[in-house]
């Protein structure tokens, strides 16, 4: 394999895993401390918005003194997208809650607070409730805010409300509370008790799949390659699941690069052959196959794939690294006129890339209305795919998309002000993300172009020593 293909594959394997484990430079550090002072300053917003009544309407005004009818309209509200007013139901009556504290409504009224991040009530009635002792509903309230930490990608914390209360919780909820926990200890660097974790997932739950996916990649960062081979064949052999389940073609994505690092190209061929067309790991996936393909010495299925992806009109990290590659397989083929052409092509892309990243302008941007895909954790801008998701929490995005909801609810022009005020500090930081996630694109694309310069010095430097 050329230094070229290997540095290509190496790259591609840092955006392969269900858990990122990229290291933080400084501006990465900034900006992440940034938005944690911002989501303070929103929680204080808030809450000083859903204790200003001026803008309830008739259905959150209703007094209600019946916990179930209480719960059966919140509900109601929140599942006809209105969960302003199903909050503001909430602040109506909250007395009624205070008095029920002992039903499993409280779990549904707190898991709705947190989920739009009013943080305030629900963090008093987490204390409310620990003051009533009761270990079982407890355990409940702490496996929800541990959710809760976890789109803010705060680890210590989920881990700290995880401990010692599995055993309380329902058979499916430990599941889930198992899973979450393993992430956090893998984020954590704490892969062998993250494992521990994921091995009391009983095979009949619905997150067994995904803990044995993570116990693969454990297996991986520690060096155990053949267990995470056969953990991930034998999970997909059981399941027996087509590629138009996601699961199952992540699956096939991380075993294929497992075993294109360890040099099984057929394996991994196969493997990558597997994933369904319309997948969201497709593109990575017609790189892997350009990257086994011509590492078996089939250079024209190696063509193949990475000319269909070449041609993408989308511009991922897959997409890009094709152009670097494809050069490389002319050249196996000792197609020298095509291969000068396709390094050229190469520069010329690269170069254009970086100019085009360059010249983004956010001036006019509304950010609170970026394409976000929550799937795949990235956005699209301008047609070019930010990797958000490995960097930065989601909550940042929900946050934002919720002030925007305030402001258009709210007729308090104090409450207004603020959060007009806020709303640009948002802009503000969203602009530093998206110049920090262009810096680091922008890094592989200039390595690319320098590569690319070098195959084509590389190949002049032969073609002279030919003639001489």
Request: without cysteine; aromatic residues 12%.
């Amino acid at each position: 394999m050329s230094n070229g293909v290997k540095y290509a594959l190496d790259t591609l394997l840092l955006f392969l895993f269900l858990i990122s484990f990229q290291s933080a430079h400084a501006d990465q550090i900034k900006i992440n401390n940034k938005i944690n002072l911002i989501e303070n300053d929103f929680k204080r917003l808030s809450t000083e918005f859903y204790q200003d009544s001026s803008s309830y309407t008739e259905k959150s005004r209703q007094s209600i003194t019946d916990i179930d009818l209480l719960l059966a309209a919140v509900n109601r509200l929140h599942n006809s997208n209105q969960s302003v007013a199903a909050i503001q139901l909430i602040y109506t009556n909250i007395d009624t809650i205070r008095n029920n504290l002992d039903t499993k409504a409280i779990f549904i009224f707190i898991e709705l607070l947190l989920n739009k991040n009013e943080w305030n009530l629900a963090n008093t009635l987490f204390h409310d409730i620990k003051d009533e002792g009761d270990q079982s509903l407890l355990a409940t309230i702490q496996f929800i805010f541990a959710k809760y930490h976890s789109q803010r990608n705060e680890w210590q914390q989920v881990n700290k409300l995880l401990t010692g209360i599995f055993s309380e919780l329902s058979e499916e909820d430990a599941s889930y509370a198992y899973l979450l926990n393993g992430s956090a200890l893998q984020h954590l660097k704490q892969h062998r008790k993250a494992v521990n974790n994921y091995s009391k997932i009983k095979d009949t739950s619905q997150y067994y799949g995904y803990a044995q996916l993570n116990t693969a990649i454990a297996n991986i960062r520690q060096g155990w390659w053949t267990d995470a081979q056969t953990k991930i064949q034998n999970l997909i052999l059981q399941y027996n699941k087509t590629n138009k389940d996601e699961l199952t073609n992540r699956l096939y994505l991380v075993l294929g690069y497992a075993l294109l690092q360890r040099e099984y190209y057929r394996d991994a061929r196969n493997a990558f052959r597997n994933i369904g067309l319309n997948s969201r790991y497709t593109n990575r996936a017609l790189l892997g196959i350009g990257l086994t393909a011509t590492s078996q010495g089939d250079f024209i299925g190696g063509l193949n794939a990475l000319t269909i992806l070449k041609d993408k009109k989308t511009f991922d990290l897959s997409v890009d690294e094709s152009y670097l590659l494809v050069p490389y397989v002319y050249e196996k083929l000792q197609q020298e006129i095509t291969v000068t052409a396709t390094y050229t092509e190469a520069m010329n892309y690269y170069q254009k890339r970086i100019n085009h990243l360059n010249n983004i302008s956010l001036k006019n941007t509304d950010f609170s209305k970026l394409e976000y895909n929550e799937d795949i954790s990235s956005f699209i801008l301008q047609n070019n795919s930010f990797d958000y998701g490995s960097r930065y929490p989601k909550s940042f995005i929900k946050n934002f998309q919720r002030l925007n909801e305030f402001n258009n609810l709210t007729g308090n022009s104090k409450i207004k002000k603020k959060i007009s005020k806020l709303i640009s500090k948002y802009n503000s930081i969203y602009k530093k993300i998206i110049d920090d996630l262009s810096v680091k694109r922008k890094e592989y694309l200039k390595s690319y172009l320098n590569q690319s310069r070098y195959g084509l010095a590389r190949l002049y430097d032969s073609a002279q020593a030919a003639d001489e």
